[in-house]
């Protein structure tokens, strides 16, 4: 039998980073993992590499272009006759990016001498792991600690079960060899609203199901407000408040049965993406037959530092409490990595960036107004909407606005809100700011290149204290 002082079970965001932190701190270190890709070929990376964030982005920015170039353009003065959109030549573009990177995974673990287990991972107990590979072996291996990082899956819906065709989960809508005319997307989160967006600027009618009856509810309501409605004006039939009740397949349709309030109504489209949540991916990893402690919803329960009950073992990303996102997995696995090599990793919660790619993007970091105002906390908020800021309207994208959310006695900045162009990398000022414990005063006395978009984000602090310049 094998042993190393690590044991990571998974090849994610969270398992690779921790497995390579892990070498880097000396440790000698294993990373099980079983993903195949489409060719039957294994590849490290997890679905945030293979089958979510790079692919989805990939196609976001590939459906951007083309939606500029056709509606955008013309306004510069660039007109472009014959347009012609071919899918093969995006997907092969797509899957292009995601081989560049994966076999870049695969590149560091051969510069750290990292030993990849492929195959599937279970807990055995004693820090035991049984490797199960694709053609049916198994090895055992020992690691001194371990470190649980399986990721998780799509939940499927009762009555709309995946098929794979006309009924996907976001793996499926990523793959579509053509453009639906008419896509149905049951919820109205990121995953939803992002390919939702792919879809509709490839040219397909899409109606987004929002079983809540505000679109992006955890999102400051004022981001909320204007994600409708920008999402709205651009052609996304959003619906809020409605629940699917039936769905019923031909050959030709699927018909989905639609309730809210103004009643029942048939719906009838050609797919269907399934985009309501994921489940951590604990089954079959044997964790009760480990004694491994999960909770009522199948997450694996850890302390802050990402200990379990069980001496030695650590469990992060999504198959923990928080958010699942893929940079907070790769966080928690510096922090654990860090841990066992004795050193003292941490993750600050708080002020961990949250981003959603359609087009204007929303970011934000922080507490919203409605988390503050049901704690009755005493804030001040500064906005200054994108109208105001000349590198915006040079661009031809002056929509969205930057919120600055702000302790009314100390200045502290509680939280930061974007949406607009670029607001993913936007927010990362914020993030340093609030990391550092910085004031909305330290960001309205930092020069600010002009003209820049950065620019919104301090007339933004400006205007907390009631002294913005350009509005």
Same mark, same amino acid.
């Given at each position: 039998?094998?042993?190393?002082?690590?044991?990571?079970?998974?090849?994610?965001?969270?398992?690779?980073?921790?497995?390579?932190?892990?070498?880097? /701190?000396?440790?000698?270190?294993?990373?099980?993992?079983?993903?195949?890709?489409?060719?039957?070929?294994?590849?490290?990376?997890?679905?945030?590499?293979?089958?979510?964030?790079?692919?989805?982005?990939?196609?976001?920015?590939?459906?951007?272009?083309?939606?500029? !170039?056709?509606?955008?353009?013309?306004?510069?003065?660039?007109?472009?006759?014959?347009?012609?959109?071919?899918?093969?030549?995006?997907?092969?573009?797509?899957?292009?990016?995601?081989?560049?990177?994966?076999?870049?995974?695969?590149? /560091?673990? /051969?510069?750290?001498?990292?030993?990849?287990?492929?195959?599937?991972?279970?807990?055995?107990?004693?820090?035991?792991?049984?490797?199960?590979?694709?053609?049916?072996?198994?090895?055992?291996?020992?690691?001194?600690?371990?470190?649980?990082?399986?990721?998780?899956?799509?939940?499927?819906?009762?009555?709309?079960?995946?098929?794979?065709?006309?009924?996907?989960?976001?793996?499926?809508?990523?793959?579509?060899?053509?453009?639906?005319?008419?896509?149905?997307?049951?919820?109205?989160?990121?995953?939803?609203?992002?390919?939702?967006?792919?879809?509709?600027? !490839?040219?397909?009618?899409?109606?987004? !199901?929002?079983?809540?009856?505000?679109?992006?509810?955890?999102?400051?309501?004022?981001?909320?407000?204007?994600?409708?409605?920008?999402?709205?004006?651009?052609?996304?039939?959003?619906?809020?408040?409605?629940?699917?009740?039936?769905?019923?397949?031909?050959?030709?349709?699927?018909?989905?049965?639609?309730?809210?309030?103004?009643?029942?109504?048939?719906?009838?489209?050609?797919?269907?993406?399934?985009?309501?949540?994921?489940?951590?991916?604990?089954?079959?990893?044997?964790?009760?037959?480990?004694? /491994?402690?999960?909770?009522?919803?199948?997450?694996?329960?850890?302390?802050?530092?990402?200990?379990?009950?069980?001496?030695?073992?650590?469990?992060?990303?999504?198959?923990?409490?928080?958010?699942?996102?893929?940079?907070?997995?790769?966080?928690?696995?510096?922090?654990?990595?860090?841990?066992?090599?004795?050193?003292?990793?941490?993750?600050?919660?708080?002020?961990?960036?949250?981003?959603?790619?359609?087009?204007?993007?929303?970011?934000?970091?922080?507490?919203?107004?409605?988390?503050?105002?049901?704690?009755?906390?005493?804030?001040?908020?500064?906005?200054?909407?994108?109208?105001?800021?000349?590198?915006?309207?040079?661009?031809?994208?002056?929509?969205?606005?930057?919120?600055?959310?702000?302790?009314?006695?100390?200045?502290?900045?509680?939280?930061?809100?974007?949406?607009?162009?670029?607001?993913?990398?936007?927010?990362?000022?914020?993030?340093?700011?609030?990391?550092?414990?910085?004031?909305?005063?330290?960001?309205?006395?930092?020069?600010?290149?002009?003209?820049?978009?950065?620019?919104?984000?301090?007339?933004?602090?400006?205007?907390?204290?009631?002294?913005?310049?350009?509005?």
């Amino acid at each position: 039998m094998d042993s190393f002082d690590v044991v990571v079970i998974g090849g994610g965001p969270g398992g690779y980073v921790a497995a390579i932190r892990c070498a880097q /701190l000396g440790l000698k270190t294993a990373c099980a993992d079983d993903w195949r890709n489409e060719d039957g070929k294994p590849a490290l990376g997890g679905a945030c590499l293979n089958v979510g964030c790079i692919p989805s982005k990939a196609l976001l920015d590939s459906s951007h272009h083309y939606e500029h !170039l056709q509606h955008q353009l013309p306004a510069h003065g660039i007109t472009v006759q014959g347009v012609q959109l071919d899918i093969g030549v995006m997907q092969a573009r797509k899957q292009k990016v995601v081989r560049t990177l994966t076999g870049g995974i695969e590149a /560091l673990f /051969l510069k750290h001498k990292i030993t990849w287990l492929r195959g599937r991972g279970r807990l055995l107990g004693e820090r035991q792991v049984e490797v199960r590979g694709h053609d049916g072996a198994t090895q055992v291996v020992q690691g001194k600690h371990l470190i649980i990082a399986t990721g998780s899956s799509p939940v499927p819906l009762a009555h709309a079960p995946f098929d794979g065709e006309r009924i996907v989960d976001s793996t499926g809508a990523l793959g579509f060899s053509e453009v639906p005319k008419r896509l149905a997307v049951i919820g109205g989160g990121v995953v939803g609203l992002e390919l939702g967006s792919v879809w509709r600027r !490839l040219g397909a009618e899409v109606v987004v !199901l929002n079983r809540g009856k505000t679109l992006l509810s955890k999102v400051d309501e004022d981001l909320s407000k204007e994600a409708y409605r920008q999402l709205s004006v651009q052609g996304m039939d959003i619906r809020l408040g409605a629940q699917l009740t039936k769905l019923t397949l031909n050959k030709k349709q699927v018909s989905l049965q639609i309730h809210d309030d103004q009643g029942d109504e048939i719906l009838k489209v050609d797919r269907v993406l399934v985009a309501t949540g994921r489940a951590p991916n604990t089954v079959g990893l044997n964790a009760e037959g480990a004694g /491994l402690n999960l909770d009522k919803r199948g997450f694996i329960m850890v302390d802050e530092h990402c200990r379990t009950q069980l001496p030695g073992v650590y469990a992060i990303g999504d198959v923990v409490r928080g958010p699942m996102l893929a940079h907070k997995a790769s966080e928690e696995g510096v922090m654990v990595a860090e841990h066992i090599a004795g050193q003292a990793g941490h993750v600050n919660y708080a002020t961990i960036p949250w981003v959603i790619y359609t087009w204007p993007e929303i970011a934000w970091v922080g507490k919203t107004t409605q988390q503050l105002r049901d704690a009755n906390s005493d804030f001040r908020s500064g906005v200054f909407p994108f109208m105001g800021n000349g590198r915006a309207h040079a661009m031809g994208d002056a929509g969205g606005l930057v919120k600055i959310l702000s302790d009314a006695k100390t200045d502290r900045v509680l939280g930061v809100h974007i949406i607009g162009p670029l607001a993913s990398e936007l927010i990362s000022e914020a993030v340093t700011v609030m990391e550092f414990g910085g004031a909305a005063e330290d960001i309205a006395r930092t020069v600010h290149a002009h003209p820049t978009l950065s620019e919104a984000m301090h007339e933004a602090a400006l205007a907390v204290a009631g002294r913005a310049l350009h509005r």
